[in-house]
């Protein structure tokens, strides 16, 4: 039987990929988005890779779409086996700014809302759909920035918040034989990056993105983590997918296998685990 994934995010970026990657192993992929257009033609992408697609226009600043894309799911498809909490409101024009986080405008703040608090919203959502079948993923991205200085502390607040909140829903999934982790993919190679003209890239940058990642590969990725009989012994971690691509016998669509940054941007902390004592 396919797996029913849902990507959040999924008009651009990683997102778009990841339901690409998804759609590449006969998965239905339900894909949210703003943009209408967008939707349209990352559908014709998921029916390309040979998934079958399910595009819902949601916005997950508002609570009440969410909701709503999670009633069509569990109406249209009565399940949902992969959640990918992607959605998140980032402005790379002013992340890679210079200057101190109050020398930037409030608005990188958005991000702790629509990527931190809407991963909240749309788990709990999620959550009764796979609770009720004994079985699911909930996957969050994350990055190195959750452990190290990157793009300042709103990134960081809510890279690092995001892991914290996937290991303490993990405690509560347990019982349920449902997984809970935040992913870390590497950097990434955008439909946006391979579109610039190598003119436009900077020389040193140019060097290194035969080492990027492609999108397609961390959808892969949490296929193959999904199908792992141990995935529960990883519930509640913060994984570098680029390792567990390794261990899953996954290689990226270019063929390589990519490279993870542990060693020189931090690596995840240790699992959280309950307090002797505490309230199962």
């Known amino acids: 039987m396919s797996t029913i994934a849902m990507v959040t995010g999924a008009t651009r970026g990683l997102g778009r990929g990841m339901a690409r990657g998804l759609a590449s192993t006969g998965a239905t992929v339900?894909?949210?988005?703003?943009?209408?257009?967008?939707?349209?033609?990352?559908?014709?992408?998921?029916?390309?890779?040979?998934?079958?697609?399910?595009?819902?226009?949601?916005d997950h600043a508002d609570d009440a779409q969410v909701a709503a894309a999670f009633a069509q799911i569990g109406r249209d498809l009565g399940r949902?086996?992969?959640?990918?909490?992607?959605?998140?409101?980032?402005?790379?024009?002013?992340?890679?700014?210079?200057?101190?986080?109050?020398?930037?405008?409030?608005?990188?703040?958005?991000?702790?809302?629509?990527?931190?608090?809407?991963?909240?919203?749309?788990?709990?959502?999620?959550?009764?759909?796979?609770?009720?079948?004994?079985?699911?993923?909930?996957?969050?991205?994350?990055?190195?920035?959750?452990?190290?200085?990157?793009?300042?502390?709103?990134?960081?607040?809510?890279?690092?918040?995001?892991?914290?909140?996937?290991?303490?829903?993990?405690?509560?999934?347990?019982?349920?034989?449902?997984a809970a982790v935040s992913l870390w993919p590497g950097f990434i190679l955008t439909d946006a990056v391979r579109a610039m003209p190598p003119e436009h890239i900077p020389e040193d940058l140019r060097a290194m993105l035969p080492h990027w990642e492609t999108p397609e590969f961390t959808g892969l990725v949490i296929d193959a983590l999904y199908r792992d009989p141990d995935l529960m012994a990883l519930t509640g971690q913060a994984l570098i997918g680029a390792e567990q691509g390794a261990r899953l016998g996954v290689i990226d669509t270019d063929g390589k296998q990519p490279m993870s940054y542990r060693d020189s941007m931090g690596a995840p902390a240790l699992p959280f685990t309950r307090a002797a004592g505490s309230a199962a």
Request: proline share 5%; glycine share 10%; charged share 15%.
């Open 30 to 58: 339900c894909v949210t988005g703003r943009d209408k257009a967008e939707l349209a033609a990352v559908s014709a992408e998921i029916e390309a890779a040979g998934g079958t697609p399910l595009a819902i226009a949601c």
């Open 80 to 178: 949902l086996d992969i959640l990918v909490n992607n959605a998140a409101a980032v402005y790379p024009e002013f992340l890679i700014a210079p200057g101190a986080f109050w020398e930037k405008p409030l608005k990188l703040v958005d991000m702790i809302d629509v990527g931190l608090r809407s991963n909240y919203v749309a788990a709990w959502h999620a959550a009764p759909l796979m609770a009720q079948a004994g079985k699911g993923l909930i996957v969050s991205i994350s990055f190195y920035g959750a452990v190290s200085y990157f793009h300042g502390p709103a990134y960081g607040a809510a890279k690092a918040g995001t892991d914290k909140m996937m290991a303490d829903m993990a405690i509560d999934f347990a019982p349920h034989g449902v």
